[in-house]
């Protein structure tokens, strides 16, 4: 039977632990009757899991799922190696690239000897958003 997958984004396909290509588009694979497990995955962002079932004589399957909006946030910082939180979540260190959920977010990076530094930025679907602190010596 012929199962077809889709995505909203470009995501990585894997279905029984064998990686397909071609999402957003159409993805259509031959799989045989039984449980079956297809896994979505935007790296460094969020990956879903569908379990989906096929069966013997039954209609056309079809496995869709749909991610929220994102973009990428770039931020850095002079010294690098600051610790970066978004919304107040310990998120990695500066340099730091990663795709992240449309929307405001508040932005705080820290380095033990410098002075904390913060802003916000709104990301925009499918756009790199950028911010750059030069952090200042403690007192």
Do not use: C
């Amino acid at each position: 039977m012929t199962v077809t997958f889709e995505s909203n984004s470009n995501a990585q396909l894997t279905v029984d632990g064998k990686a397909y290509r071609g999402l957003p588009a159409p993805v259509r694979v031959s799989l045989k009757p039984g449980k079956h497990v297809a896994v979505f995955e935007i790296p460094n962002y969020q990956k879903k899991s569908e379990p989906f079932e096929v069966r013997p004589g039954g209609a056309p399957t079809s496995v869709r799922v749909n991610f929220p909006p994102w973009g990428i946030l770039d931020i850095g910082s002079d010294p690098p190696g600051a610790e970066v939180r978004i919304d107040g979540t310990s998120v990695g260190t500066t340099p730091f690239k990663k795709p992240f959920p449309v929307g405001s977010h508040a932005i705080e990076v820290s380095l033990p000897g410098f002075e904390p530094a913060g802003d916000s930025r709104l990301v925009s679907e499918l756009e790199s958003t950028k911010a750059f602190f030069r952090l200042k010596k403690s007192p």
